[in-house]
T-cell receptor, first 110, second 114 residues
C-alpha cells in the first residue's frame, strides 16, 4: 500500500528556518505536493515537486528525492502566521486521488 | 472567482440517521474529490468524480456514497450514521483531477453524530 510519514509536531521561533520531512512508500507517482491548513480552515496548496530537486516559492521551498523516497518542506523567516498543520501528499500513477501524510503541526513561538 | 463552497458548514445528526453534504466546485473545474478528516486518521480519501463518473473510491464502507451532477456540483451521502462518522468532510476541486494538479479545498462540513 501507500503511506506517507511526517513528524507529528515541530516547534520553532519567529525568524528561524524549519524543515518538515516526509517519507513515503509507494510505487509510481506523479509528484509530491504540500498543503497548509490553519485550525478551522481549508487545506491550501503550497508547492508541487514533479522532479527531484528543490522548488522555491518565496519563503517556502520543497525538495524531492525519488531514490530516497523522501521529501521536505523548508520554511524560512518564520512568522507567527505560519503556525498551522502541514501535509505532504502524492497521487499514485493512474489514480485520481491524493494520499495525504499524517500531518505536522508547526508551532511558531515569539 | 468564487472558491469551493460546501454546505452546510456544521451538522449534528443522531446515530442511525442519514446525511447529505453538498459541494460546489470552482467554475470550470470538472473533478471533485471528497475526504474525511479526523484527528486520529488525518485526511482519508473517499471518492473522486469527473464528468458525473466516479473514477476512484477509497476504503470506506458502502454507507458512504456520492454523485456528481452535470454542472459538476457533487453530493455525498452517509447512511445509517455511526458515532465514528463524526469528522470534518472536505471536498476539493480541480480542472481535470489527478495528483499532478493543484486541488482547491472547501472549508468543509463539520459533522457530529450523537
Amino acid at each position: 500500500g501507500q503511506s506517507l510519514e511526517q513528524p507529528s509536531e515541530v516547534t520553532a521561533v519567529e525568524g528561524a528556518i524549519v524543515q518538515i520531512n516526509c517519507t513515503y512508500q509507494t510505487s509510481g507517482f506523479y509528484g509530491l505536493s504540500w498543503y497548509q491548513q490553519h485550525d478551522g480552515g481549508a487545506p491550501t496548496f503550497l508547492s508541487y515537486n514533479a522532479l527531484d530537486g528543490l522548488e522555491e516559492t518565496g519563503r517556502f521551498s520543497s525538495f524531492l528525492s525519488r531514490s530516497d523516497s523522501y521529501g521536505y518542506l523548508l520554511l524560512q523567516e518564520l512568522q507567527m502566521k505560519d503556525s498551522a498543520s502541514y501535509f505532504c501528499a502524492l497521487s499514485t500513477s493512474g489514480t485520481y486521488k491524493y494520499i495525504f501524510g499524517t500531518g505536522t503541526r508547526l508551532k511558531v513561538l515569539a | 472567482k468564487a472558491g469551493v463552497t460546501q454546505t452546510p458548514r456544521y451538522l449534528i445528526k443522531t446515530r442511525g440517521q442519514q446525511v447529505t453534504l453538498s459541494c460546489s466546485p470552482i467554475s470550470g473545474h470538472r473533478s471533485v474529490s471528497w475526504y474525511q478528516q479526523t484527528p486520529g486518521q488525518g485526511l482519508q480519501f473517499l471518492f473522486e468524480y469527473f464528468s458525473e463518473t466516479q473514477r476512484n473510491k477509497g476504503n470506506f464502507p458502502g454507507r458512504f456514497s456520492g454523485r456528481q451532477f452535470s454542472n459538476s456540483r457533487s453530493e455525498m451521502n452517509v447512511s445509517t450514521l455511526e458515532l465514528g462518522d463524526s469528522a470534518l468532510y472536505l471536498c476539493a476541486s480541480s480542472p481535470l483531477g489527478g495528483g499532478n494538479t493543484e486541488a482547491f479545498f472547501g472549508q468543509g462540513t463539520r459533522l457530529t453524530v450523537v
